[in-house]
């Protein structure tokens, strides 16, 4: 790509992001001149920066076009709900221009673009992108929404790898939902258009539909019901046996963190307890990030959900069931109460009947899935998160340890 002369440089951070979006030829310009839309390959855009000054999102000058893809997205924090609520009425109204540090570019594309690597088909149409930059860690990656701008709907989403553990993530994704596709005729999750099993870059299906609150319904118990493979068995021993061998070799490799000590120690004494138990439960596919950010309501009233990159084929269940409440009390509420929460919402109820669970067995599933979360969070990378996470649910485990013998 190249800058004009007359342009302040964009950083070469954000150069590299901008060529992995946008096809070969197309030039990017800082302080371009007013939008034309007579100009048909241009594009202009929006850029978002966050606290660090780092680029966390590109929005489309046209706001009826950008807020299509927008409307799916919704904090659920509370300060957080309502600056993206101001966001998205200056935005609507034009007004963008006020807010404190935002800047504009223009995306020169050349007269042959050529979408094809990111899955579009329609040679009469380019479509618009509404680009996310992950925050910055381990497995950060680009989400680019493409929105026609003739259908105005987003009909696909790319995931692009900006650092070594999201080219393993999504390809991981892919995996997962090619798989789904095939066992399950109604979509429950997005399809896959296209991979790049080189670059780890993958264009999916979007599936329409409105987020999910933060209550657990029966629309997640029946999804999770349809998730159970009952031709399929394990156990809380053989689950524990892996869990343990991969948080060996997770110790071998950060020998110089004594801080850890006391969560591995902890992990340690839960996991022997837990390695006793040979009940036997039917294998499951976790989501493993199954959260109402990542759940929508299609139109026809179904449960779908996205971003299946922490998904395993072989999980325990009640695994998304306690992850659903833990992440929510760990992000928001700090309480510290999610198994008693979990246990007394009527819908859970019902899912631990249709397994014949018991609340001791409960207890056992509980503590394993707080220590299969806390082992993912150490294996991507992110240390520090994973100790705020062990700080977390140390008190929870620790008190539940009489139902883990």
């Known amino acids: 790509m190249s800058n004009s002369p007359h342009s302040l440089p964009l950083t070469e951070s954000a150069q590299d992001l901008l060529t992995r979006i946008f096809p070969e030829g197309t030039s990017v310009h800082q302080n371009p001149p007013t939008p034309n839309s007579e100009d048909d390959l241009s594009q202009w855009y929006w850029v978002i920066s966050g606290k660090s000054g780092d680029i966390r999102w590109l929005v489309p000058n046209e706001a009826r076009l950008g807020q299509i893809a927008l409307a799916e997205w919704h904090p659920f924090g509370f300060l957080s709900g309502i600056k993206w609520h101001v966001f998205n009425l200056l935005y609507a109204s034009g007004l963008l221009r006020y807010l404190p540090g935002m800047a504009q570019i223009q995306i ?22 509404v680009i996310y930059v992950g925050t910055p860690c381990a497995t950060q990656k680009l989400i680019v929404f493409l929105v026609h701008p003739h259908r105005k709907q987003v009909v696909s989403v790319a995931k692009i790898p900006l650092a070594e553990g999201a080219k393993k993530n999504i390809l991981h994704e892919a995996d997962i939902l ?30 329409a539909g409105a987020l999910m609150n933060r209550t657990f319904t029966r629309l997640h118990r029946d999804f999770l019901i349809a998730l159970i493979q009952p031709a399929s068995r394990t156990s809380l021993k053989e689950k524990s046996i892996e869990l343990e061998h991969r948080l060996q070799a997770i110790r071998l490799s950060l020998p110089n963190l004594p801080d850890l000590d006391p969560a591995f120690s902890l992990a340690h004494q839960a996991l022997s307890s837990l390695k006793t138990d040979t009940t036997p439960f039917p294998q499951c596919y976790v989501h493993g990030d199954f959260a109402p950010w990542n759940l929508k309501c299609s139109q026809s009233g179904q449960l779908i959900a996205v971003d299946w990159e922490s998904a395993s084929d072989s999980g325990l269940p009640l695994q998304d069931i306690f ?18 929460m979990a246990l ?21 599933l509980y503590g394993y899935s707080l ?26 485990l620790t008190q539940h340890m009489g139902g883990l013998k």
Request: proline residues 6%.
């Open 108 to 129: 020169k594309l050349p007269p042959q673009s050529d979408w094809s690597t990111l899955g579009w088909k329609d040679e009469d149409s380019t479509p618009v992108s």
């Open 178 to 207: 090619e798989t789904l596709a095939e066992q399950y005729p109604t979509p429950i999750a997005p399809s896959v258009i296209c991979r790049d099993n080189t670059l780890g870059r993958t264009t999916q299906t979007h599936l």
């Open 323 to 340: 992850h659903f409440f833990w992440i929510q009390d760990y992000l928001f509420e700090k309480k510290g109460t999610t198994f008693k």
């Open 344 to 364: 007394q919402n009527p819908a859970v109820q019902n899912y631990l009947q249709h397994l014949d669970i018991d609340t001791t067995l409960s207890k056992k």
């Open 371 to 396: 220590l299969e979360y806390w082992c993912r969070r150490l294996e991507e990378g992110s240390q520090s998160d994973a100790q705020q996470v062990y700080n977390h649910f140390a008190s929870n």
